[in-house]
């Protein structure tokens, strides 16, 4: 049987051609792959990321193409109300649930797994309740006091990310005698914080933070020693995708390479994640993604 629900173009006053997809079982946390990484899907609602912003910050747009990405394939939509980049504004907890909820609710019923990108505790919890299954949190040392008792609460898996500082300031806090050493120590710090409020020491993934309080050098470094965050007893998510590392990288005419021109290099760093133990990658096209986590996969056994 086939449904017209939660497909772009269906609903009143929309194209009058229906788009008819086939009815799906909503996906759960059991229904994650373990036999390659997990693909995490982007989805913005915000008028100031650093790649996409204001393209999906309409509720009807950002619904939209996270419903292309999760039939696209992505494992996992993780929905943001508030950017992340540096000297991003900080939005007020109000704002951030008006933008997520509706988008969150919608991708659920449509089958969707879907992760809260937020640093409030109090977006996190009404996430939850409209049906988020995983909370992803990159406020690293300027953690939410209220956050480790409600991941102890709901026992859901939280995503810990390393940062020092805020958008405002972690770029000034970039500074380390040896980064791998520092990001790891200071990960297991928070992580004990959490483990110590009565979180289950398995439902940390552990997100070393590429371009959070990093030079471009110390995200190739965290990059070349992986091992040393997947040793670290929990499963480790890489979020390089389109970050501005890779266009300096890819700098012509002295020109750094613009958020769309990073695509092939974003694959490549999630192929090499991949490859080297990562339980996730989260990605802005998580389609051919897919694609390249499956090639990393037939390599040879995950660590």
Known sequence: MDSLAAAPGTGPAT??????????????LRDLPSDRAVVMGILN???????????????????????????????I??????????????????EELA????????????????????????????????????????????????????VAERGVPYILTHRRGTAATMDALAEYDDVVAEVTAELAALRDRFVAAGVAADRIILDPGLGFAKTDEHNWAILRHLDAFTGMGHRVLVGASRKR??????T??????????RG???????????AGGAWGVRVHDPAATLDAVKVAAATGPRP
Request: hydrophobic share 45%; aromatic share 2%.
């Open 15 to 28: 194209s009058p051609l229906p788009v008819i997809r086939p009815v799906r079982a909503a996906k759960t």
């Open 45 to 75: 609602v915000t008028p100031d990321s650093f790649s996409d912003g204001g393209r999906y910050a309409g509720t009807d747009d950002a619904i939209g193409h996270g419903l292309r990405m999760h039939y696209g394939g992505a494992d």
């Open 77 to 94: 939509i993780d929905v943001g109300g508030e950017s992340t980049r540096p000297n991003a504004r900080e939005v007020p907890v109000e």
């Open 99 to 150: 933008r997520v909820l509706p988008v969150v609710a919608a991708l659920v019923k449509a089958g969707a797994l879907v992760s809260i990108d937020t640093m409030h505790a109090e977006t996190a919890r009404q996430a939850l309740d409209a049906g988020a299954a995983i909370i992803n949190d990159i406020s690293g040392a300027e953690l939410d006091p209220a956050m480790p008792a409600l």
């Open 245 to 250: 590392f890779l266009g300096t990288l890819l």
């Open 252 to 261: 012509s005419a002295g020109k750094a390479a613009t958020p769309d021109e």
């Open 264 to 274: 092939p290099a974003s694959l490549a760093v999630a192929t090499l994640a991949a």
